[in-house]
Each structure stands twice: as structure tokens, then as C-alpha cells.
């Protein structure tokens, strides 16, 4: 098969679109030809080297994939060859794409027991925007934060990945949502898709511009996966009480913090870390009923992953970059 394979930790010119000997399934394992791959900052995560996570190279990333079953491992049940399928990329061995040769390729083998069904009116390019993005904002929103109907979330970083599906799932659940985000055009977009209000954090302070618009209250929760600067300027927007979310630090994993604000405001810090089988599951079932609408900014032809991860790294995209084998 092809596949973009990384050769060694670093940058773009690390990734060679070259042959890879195709995967035979194991027992338990379907093997997946691969419709569509969605780029998360993760892959760019992988390919640069994270400390204290090693991974094996060369190696493939890729978590969101979508495809269709092309061969059965032994033992699997209830599959066929044909099945339109996605999946849930958090495996019992490890995260496929991280730990275990991911779907940036034409084809993957994966458990059968992560497959989810894909229902014919969600298409591969949607299906790999949806269970990285969506499932990590399912579990983040209402399984950590508790998020109600009637609450303002300010969501940062509300452009990309998990940032729209935080949005989308902020609106689904009946909240004022406050989309932040990093230029005026990603703003109008936010607007046109339901975002209750906008802020450009280029031209604008965030904080202050969130604690005006939730009538000098402050927000109920703020979703903050970029770290770095935005960490302490994200407290000061939050109402006493409030709930800050983080799953990620885009930005910068050890910011500056003011323990003042928590203590005064009394507010709670809610990591949230991966998804299960069930947010994912949830996530496609939603995209079939038009409960959330996923957007794929940029679909590439799979040879041309290099640059498609710049144009993440440079932050020139909305929702989800799409990469096709
Ligand atoms: N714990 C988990 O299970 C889990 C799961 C998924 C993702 N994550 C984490 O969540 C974060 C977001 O992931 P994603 O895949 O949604 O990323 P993404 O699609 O690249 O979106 C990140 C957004 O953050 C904004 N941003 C602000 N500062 C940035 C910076 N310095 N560099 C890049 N973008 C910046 C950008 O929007 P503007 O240009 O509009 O500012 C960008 O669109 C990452 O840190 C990721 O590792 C964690």
C-alpha cells in the first residue's frame, strides 16, 4: 500500500509518501481501506515529538479514520466486508495513530470492537472530522463539565477541531455560546454556524470582551485547550463559581497561572482527557440527524500530507483538514 509515513521525529520534510507493506488483520482486527483521514494537532504532535512520549519511527499517524471493511481477522462477528465504518481510535493496546500505525495510509487494520457503523448519509470526508474532535468535546462538555441549558461557554481556540464540535455541541445543548477565535473571516464563519457571540482575540482582549457580553457576570464555563498566554485571562472571564475546561495546551503546557482568581471566584479546574466508544458512537449519530453539522475547510490527496500539516501548524483552516488516500 501507500502510505505517508513519517521517517524520523521533526519537520514536514520528514514525511515520505512511499510504499509500506500492507497490514494483514489479526485475530479480532478488521482491516480498513481508508476513504478519508482528518488531521488533528495531535498528528503534528506525533510527527514533531512530544516529551515523554516516545513513538516509534517510521511511523504513521492518523486517528480519524473513516473507509470501508476490506478483509475480517479471525473471530469477528457482526461485520462484513463492504461496511461503511469510523471508529473510535482509543484501543485496549494503545491509541492508533500514536501508539499503534495510524490511517494516514490506503489501508489500516484495526479491532473490530472500536468500529462504529456509518450511517449512509454521513460521508468519509464528515466521518473524519467527527471522533477525535467531537468525541473528546462530548466527554469534555457534559461528562466533565456538566455543561446545562441556559449556561454561557466561552469557547477558545473555537475555529478548529475541537473547538467547532465544542461550539456545535454548546448550541445542541441549549448554552449562549461565546466563540473566540483568531481572525475576523473564522468569526463570521462562527456566526453563520450558530455561535451566540464572537470575539477576535487578535484585535480584541478576550476576557474582558467574554465578560461584557455575559453582562459583566462572567461566563459559567470556558473551554481553554490553547494554555500558554490565554490561561490566566481565561479565569478573569469565568463567573464566581465557573468551571474551566481544558483537554490540551496548544500553546504551551506550563503557563503562568494567578491562584488568586480561584480562590476568590471559587472556580474549578476540569481536566478532561480522551473519549469512549460511546461519545464517538454518539458524535455520528448526531451528524446523521443534523444535530451537529461537522466542516471540512481543506480536503488534500494523501501524497500531499506535508503541506497540509502546515497549513494547520500556520493556522490557516476552519474545523477539519481532510486527507484522502
Ligand atoms: N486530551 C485529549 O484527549 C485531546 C483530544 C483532542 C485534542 N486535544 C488537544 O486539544 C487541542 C486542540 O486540538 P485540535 O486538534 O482541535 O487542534 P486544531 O484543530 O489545530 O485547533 C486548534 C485551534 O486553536 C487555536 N490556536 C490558538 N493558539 C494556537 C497556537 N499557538 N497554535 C495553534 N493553534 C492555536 C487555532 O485557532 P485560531 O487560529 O482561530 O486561534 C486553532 O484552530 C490540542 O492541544 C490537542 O492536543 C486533546
Given at each position: ?166 461550539v456545535q455541541f454548546g448550541k445542541m445543548a441549549g448554552a449562549t455560546v461565546i466563540a473566540a477565535a483568531g481572525t475576523q473571516e473564522k468569526c463570521d464563519r462562527l456566526s453563520e454556524l450558530g ?71 471559587e472556580l474549578d479546574i476540569l481536566g478532561s482527557n480522551s473519549y469512549s466508544q460511546e461519545d464517538v458512537a454518539k458524535s455520528v449519530a448526531y451528524a446523521a440527524s443534523g444535530d451537529i453539522a461537522p466542516v471540512v475547510s481543506h480536503t488534500f490527496p494523501l501524497e500531499k500530507l506535508g503541506e497540509a500539516e502546515t497549513l494547520m501548524e500556520e493556522r490557516g ?9
Amino acid at each position: 500500500m501507500k502510505a505517508a509515513v513519517i521517517e524520523q521525529q521533526g519537520g514536514v520534510e520528514n514525511i515520505v509518501y512511499r510504499d509500506w507493506d500492507d497490514p494483514e488483520p489479526r485475530p479480532g482486527e478488521v482491516r480498513v481501506s481508508v476513504g478519508a483521514c482528518g488531521l488533528n494537532h495531535l498528528d503534528i504532535f506525533v510527527r514533531r515529538g512530544m516529551p515523554g512520549f516516545p513513538v516509534p519511527m517510521p511511523f504513521i499517524s492518523g486517528g480519524d479514520i473513516a473507509g470501508t471493511i476490506d478483509a475480517l481477522g479471525d473471530g469477528v462477528a457482526g461485520w462484513s466486508v463492504g461496511d461503511r465504518v469510523t471508529m473510535n481510535p482509543q484501543t485496549d493496546h494503545g491509541m492508533i495513530g500514536e501508539e499503534l500505525i495510524g490511517g494516514l495510509a490506503e489501508l489500516v487494520c484495526v479491532p473490530a470492537i472500536n468500529l462504529v457503523a456509518l450511517p449512509d448519509n454521513v460521508s468519509m470526508e464528515t466521518a473524519a472530522a467527527i471522533p477525535i474532535n467531537y468525541g473528546t468535546a462530548h466527554r469534555m462538555l457534559f461528562e466533565r463539565g456538566r455543561l446545562a441549558a441556559e449556561e454561557i461557554m466561552l469557547v477558545l481556540g473555537a475555529s478548529g477541531g475541537v473547538g467547532l464540535a465544542s461550539v456545535q455541541f454548546g448550541k445542541m445543548a441549549g448554552a449562549t455560546v461565546i466563540a473566540a477565535a483568531g481572525t475576523q473571516e473564522k468569526c463570521d464563519r462562527l456566526s453563520e454556524l450558530g455561535a451566540d457571540h464572537v470575539i477576535n482575540y487578535a484585535e480584541e482582549d478576550f476576557s474582558r470582551a467574554a465578560w461584557m457580553m455575559s453582562g459583566k457576570k462572567g461566563c459559567d464555563v470556558i473551554v481553554n485547550f490553547t494554555g500558554g498566554d490565554t490561561w490566566v485571562p481565561s479565569f478573569r472571564a469565568a463567573r464566581p463559581g465557573g468551571r474551566v475546561l481544558t483537554c490540551g495546551a496548544t500553546a504551551g503546557h506550563d503557563p503562568q497561572t494567578d491562584l488568586r482568581f480561584l480562590w476568590v471566584r471559587e472556580l474549578d479546574i476540569l481536566g478532561s482527557n480522551s473519549y469512549s466508544q460511546e461519545d464517538v458512537a454518539k458524535s455520528v449519530a448526531y451528524a446523521a440527524s443534523g444535530d451537529i453539522a461537522p466542516v471540512v475547510s481543506h480536503t488534500f490527496p494523501l501524497e500531499k500530507l506535508g503541506e497540509a500539516e502546515t497549513l494547520m501548524e500556520e493556522r490557516g483552516f476552519f474545523g477539519k483538514i481532510v486527507m484522502t488516500p
